[in-house]
Nanobody, 123 residues
Framework: QVHLVESGGGLVQAGGSLRLSCAASGLTFNSYAMGWFRQAPGKEREFVAAINWSGTSTDYEDSVKGRFTISRDVAKNAVYLQMNSLKPEDTAVYYC????????????????WGQGTQVTVSS
């Protein structure tokens, strides 16, 4: 059974920072690419960031480039999303996802998902 559990969400003011964490179990963590997606009210779930199995390659949605950083700790079976310079438009439920080896940007390409953590950015 694969489990992905997000944590670290909360309420922050615009310009502030949060670090999201995703703890994984039930999979060979160093064989999976990890991604972060988000879904705001009334909107489709969208890609945020991804990192490959070795941690040597990353990909970001354009609106978060330069503000968000994805990283992973293979020894801890964990992936992180450091979010700086947060904007109200970043408000959403953030989901951690996993797939075999390769980075992908479409949610349909990820078979494993966490339950989500709420991020709210006030203006």
């Amino acid at each position: 059974q694969v489990h992905l559990v997000e944590s670290g969400g909360g309420l922050v003011q615009a310009g502030g920072s949060l670090r999201l964490s995703c703890a994984a179990s039930g999979l060979t963590f160093n064989s999976y690419a990890m991604g972060w997606f988000r879904q705001a009210p009334g909107k489709e779930r969208e890609f945020v960031a991804a990192i490959n199995w070795s941690g040597t390659s990353t990909d970001y949605e354009d609106s978060v480039k330069g503000r968000f950083t994805i990283s992973r700790d293979v020894a801890k079976n964990a992936v992180y999303l450091q979010m700086n310079s947060l904007k109200p438009e970043d408000t959403a439920v953030y989901y951690c996802a996993a797939r075999f080896f390769h980075i992908a940007t479409m949610d349909s390409q990820y078979p494993y998902w966490g339950q989500g953590t709420q991020v709210t950015v006030s203006s």
